[in-house]
């Protein structure tokens, strides 16, 4: 059963890229939320979070690695910036140890934010809830999310919120066995017709007070994890339950640095330096999406192929600008890719990419109108990098010990060289292996020092 639903996530997951955004529609009937109702609430595209410190956000293990994505904080409208939400970046990411996919119990993680984000606190502020007694039975909830609206429906463009009872454990094994563990909670009508859905996992499950001076105290009580279907009679909602876990994710945001109130741990808040105080070269990135934001990623690799910068977007339509310190006479590769294929171009509209250093001099600019990737090799500083070597360890053409950059590609007439150096190895073209030999002949980026 549980391969059944993860491979329901999965299909989710792969198929969000074509949907229609523009229906509008409830969560599995819920309503349309306000602009600042939630403002906790965490956009991610395919899921949800909840921002309980000023720089952790809480969601499901089963979304995955979600490092160097783009977040929205504060989100209403799910891949849009509005006038109360905030652009943000998962800096570091943690799942909790214990999370098993195979039956998705301890359903948690963190994000840890590139930079901290204060968000409005004076109408709704979200607490951890404490304690497994909480929430009893038949008590109203709340779910919220931007997943689908209806099962195996579009998602939602403005976040939604539903109410729905908590049951007890007990009650839950009636309907899912042994599936039901004590991580979890259930919340739902027997007789169906109101839920979370696809898309909404990670979000919050929120039992909300309101207080005597008019404001709303809601507490985290558990993060959408897993279902039969959505809203179907006898198949509640199942949540993983927060208050057994409020240990593991106080301690492990402290672990990250955070400066949440519980960690009282001094934060270094000051900014980072300019590139340049640091004797380093800004890269500027200015880069346009399309309507799919999610499905583009970028990556700085330095000469040794280690990504030193990673993005991954959520906003559609979104001008980005970023800043990259790279070292001076060394070489990198600039790689976008769009998992789609389709470039960073939508229904006639393509965004554009921008790279821009050596303090302004040197500019690559296009529209994204690519399939799947392009790269852009450069070298900074007088462009003669220090590396032109050829990889003696790892080279070995088709597998074979004697076909290493000098045995295999430095024998023969300087246009066989030539074209073996334009052949692919692990994804590379082999001139970026083998420098040194392609150079002689020409070719790849250690030509220009000969
Ligand atoms: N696993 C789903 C997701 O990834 C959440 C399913 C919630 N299902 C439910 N019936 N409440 O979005």
Not at 83 to 109: M, T, V
Not at 263 to 276: F, G, H, R, Y
Request: charged share 25%; hydrophobic share 30%.
């Amino acid at each position: 059963m549980k391969s059944v639903l993860v491979s329901v996530l999965m299909a989710a997951t792969t198929t969000t890229a074509k949907v229609d955004y523009d229906n509008p529609g409830r969560i599995i009937n819920g309503t349309d939320a306000g602009p600042q109702d939630y403002p906790y609430f965490v956009g991610m595209g395919y899921c949800g979070g909840a921002l309980i410190a000023p720089d952790i956000v809480l969601f499901a293990a089963h979304c995955g690695d979600w490092k160097d994505k783009q977040l929205n904080i504060g989100a209403f409208k799910k891949e849009t910036l509005t006038q109360f939400s905030q652009e943000r970046y998962c800096a570091q990411w943690i799942a909790d140890p214990k999370y098993d996919g195979s039956d998705l119990n301890y359903d948690f993680a963190l994000c840890k934010l590139d930079v901290s984000v204060q968000i409005d606190e004076s109408n709704v502020i979200l607490e951890l809830n404490d304690y497994d007694a909480v929430p009893k039975q038949g008590k109203n909830l709340i779910a919220i999310g931007t997943g689908s609206i209806e099962e195996g429906g579009p998602y939602t463009d403005i976040l939604q919120s539903v109410k729905v009872p908590a049951m007890t454990n007990d009650q839950c094994k009636q309907y899912y066995g042994d599936d039901i563990t004590d991580i979890m909670l259930c919340a739902g009508f027997p007789e169906g017709g109101k839920d979370s859905c696809q898309g909404d996992s990670g979000g919050p499950l929120v039992r909300r007070k309101k207080n005597n001076d008019g404001t709303f105290t809601d507490t985290h009580a558990g993060i959408v994890s897993w279902g039969i279907g959505c809203a179907q009679a006898n198949r509640p909602g199942v949540y993983a339950r927060t208050s057994k876990r409020t240990d593991w994710i106080r301690e492990t945001s402290c672990s990250m640095g955070s400066s949440a109130s519980w960690c009282d741990s001094l934060v270094n808040i000051a900014q980072p330096l300019p590139c340049t105080d640091q004797g380093l070269i800004p890269l500027t990135v200015k880069m346009t999406t399309d309507e799919f934001g999610l499905e583009t990623t970028w990556r700085v690799r330095d000469s040794n192929k280690e990504d030193i910068f990673k993005r991954t977007y959520l906003f559609k339509y979104y001008e980005n600008e970023h800043t990259v310190c790279l070292k001076p006479d060394e070489c990198y590769q600039f790689r976008i890719e769009d998992q789609f294929g389709d470039g960073m171009c939508y229904d006639g509209f393509c965004g554009s990419y921008l790279i821009d250093f050596n303090n302004g001099q040197e500019t690559f600019s296009d529209i994204g109108d690519f399939e799947y990737e392009r790269t852009i090799e450069f070298c900074t500083g007088d462009g003669v990098p220090d590396f032109c070597d050829d990889d003696k360890k790892e080279f070995r053409f088709d597998g074979d010990p004697t076909k290493t950059c000098e045995n295999w590609l430095g024998v023969g007439k300087k246009k066989k060289i030539k074209n073996k150096c334009k052949k692919r190895y692990l994804g590379y073209k082999v001139f970026k292996w083998c420098p040194d030999t392609c150079g002689e002949v020409g070719l790849g980026i250690c030509a220009s020092s000969r």
